[in-house]
């Protein structure tokens, strides 16, 4: 009798075992009111300083049991990237060059099993603006322009009172020159009615738009833009005018104030 009573103690063991091995292998399920929200890492506008690295987290409120396929667009045109089962964050990671700018924006995110990822409300797009690294005792210029291709002539020049051209001081075919804080450079007043300005020399454009991003010996960025290139090109453009003076508390050295021509 206590042999034919153990058979169904057996069993209903056994049950148990091949019933929870079986929950293991299924993929988790989210709780009710549970919602699993996709977002990026880091949001806003961030200068990127030359050497440093550009990458964005696509990132999970929580992990879970199966892949994810986030949606995005850079700079307008549409990309995936996938995160493998289990893992709550994966890393884009993009070149770093002076004078590009790149946007990414999430704007789907689904689980490969059918999970719901729903996107977040904040954290859903970045800019990433390559600049100069900062330089002891300089301060160093790039520049883009909407139309790539219309690039030629980027210099610190000097120019008469009627806006033309005189002469190159700093710069050239580079997107990028550097001003020396200490120089013998004239002050502005000693040239007048002749000035400094940031002077743009292009090609023919289809965009007249264009950005100057200023980096100080600090890492502080000044970034002034404009839309008012002559797509036609081929001119000097004094886009940027720049005031020179003497720094009082430092023999020597100069100030220079930049301001949107």
């Given amino acids: 009798m206590k042999n034919i009573k153990l058979i169904p103690s057996?069993?209903?063991?056994?049950?148990l075992?091949?019933?929870?091995?079986?929950?293991?292998n299924d993929p988790a399920v989210i709780p009710m009111g549970q919602t699993v929200t996709a977002t990026l890492d880091k949001t806003g506008e961030i200068y990127a300083?030359?050497?440093?690295?550009?990458?964005?987290?696509f990132v999970l409120s929580r992990t879970i049991a199966e892949p994810t396929l986030f949606t995005y667009t850079l700079n307008g045109v549409e990309n995936s990237i996938e995160l493998i089962q289990g893992q709550q964050s994966v890393t884009l990671s993009l070149p770093n060059v002076i004078g590009?700018?790149?946007?990414i924006v999430l704007t789907a995110a689904h689980g490969l099993n059918n999970d719901t990822v729903s996107v977040g409300s904040t954290n859903t797009s970045?800019?990433?603006?390559?600049?100069?690294?900062?330089?002891?005792?300089?301060?160093?210029?790039?520049?883009?322009?909407?139309?790539?291709?219309?690039a030629f002539y980027f210099?610190?020049?000097?120019?008469?009172?009627?806006?033309?051209?005189?002469?190159?001081?700093y710069g050239g075919t580079s997107a990028n020159f550097a001003i020396p804080i200490t120089s013998s450079l004239v002050n502005s007043a000693?040239?007048?009615?002749q000035y400094f300005a940031i002077d743009i020399f292009s090609l023919s454009l289809n965009d007249s738009g264009y950005s100057i991003y200023i980096v100080y010996p600090d890492a502080s960025v000044l970034s002034l833009s404009g839309n008012n290139l002559d797509l036609a090109g081929f001119v000097d453009q004094d886009v940027v005018l720049v005031?020179?003076?003497?720094?009082?508390?430092?023999?020597?050295?100069?100030?220079?104030?930049?301001?949107?021509?």
């Fill in 190 to 193: 000693e040239i007048v009615p």
């Fill in 49 to 57: 300083h030359a050497g440093s690295e550009i990458s964005v987290g």
């Fill in 17 to 24: 075992i091949v019933s929870s091995c079986a929950i293991d």
């Fill in 10 to 15: 057996f069993l209903m063991a056994l049950s």
């Fill in 243 to 261: 005031d020179v003076s003497d720094d009082p508390a430092t023999p020597g050295d100069k100030i220079y104030s930049f301001t949107q021509n």
């Fill in 126 to 150: 970045v800019t990433f603006i390559g600049v100069p690294a900062p330089t002891p005792g300089y301060i160093n210029v790039s520049y883009g322009l909407n139309d790539p291709a219309g």
């Fill in 100 to 103: 590009e700018t790149n946007t």
């Fill in 155 to 169: 210099t610190f020049a000097a120019f008469d009172s009627n806006g033309n051209w005189i002469t190159d001081i």
